[in-house]
């Protein structure tokens, strides 16, 4: 509801949201655009877990839009980025990629433990999915960890489907 999204599927850990949506997403062949500033273990799992599954990561940085769209493959199935970026804080012309992305059929996944929706509502300018580190601005006490991630019932329904036979269970 903060996020103004349809559905939302909280996971163990903010890791879990992002991993939980990325391996959903993706599948062996295709291309994933990820932006530079993110958060290091989202930066690990897609460059040194997703090759072995046959995905392909371009970094590109943050910010710099010529980059991303040069990026764009025609296996490219997202882009990831974080707005604010962890830790220092960069923010990213949302429309501007969500324009791109979509034009060539690309989803856009943003990252938005920094901003929280009290900042930043992300899917009020296209973003198709939202994750956030619960465990951070969210839960605000330092006390659990959770994740989280919004989007249309058209895209959670199958994360939905897959948390269980994933154990990312809360
Ligand atoms: C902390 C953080 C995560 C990971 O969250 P955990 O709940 O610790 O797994 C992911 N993205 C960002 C931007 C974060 O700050």
Redesign the pocket.
């Known amino acids: 509801a903060l996020e103004g999204g349809q559905d939302a599927i909280l996971v163990s850990?903010?890791?879990?949201a992002?991993t939980g949506a990325l391996l959903l997403l993706l599948k062996a062949g295709d291309h994933l655009i990820l932006t530079d500033e993110?958060?290091h273990?989202?930066l690990n799992f897609c460059e040194k877990f997703l090759p072995r599954y046959g995905v392909e990561s371009s970094l590109v940085p943050h910010g710099d839009y010529a980059a991303i769209e040069a990026a764009i493959r025609p296996n490219t199935r997202l882009i990831l980025s974080?707005s604010p970026t962890?830790p220092f804080n960069h923010c990213l012309d949302l429309k501007r990629v969500v324009e791109m992305a979509h034009s060539r059929g690309v989803k856009v996944m943003i990252?938005s433990?920094?901003a929280t929706p009290l900042n930043l509502r992300p899917l009020d300018y296209g973003v198709d999915l939202v994750v956030h580190?619960?465990?951070?601005y969210l839960a605000g006490h330092n006390d659990l960890?959770?994740?989280v991630v919004i989007g249309s019932v058209k895209e959670l329904t199958p994360l939905r489907q897959m948390q269980a036979l994933f154990g990312q269970i809360v």
């Open positions: 850990s903010g890791m879990g992002v993110c958060y273990s989202t974080e962890n990252d433990t920094f580190s619960v465990t951070k960890m959770a994740g």
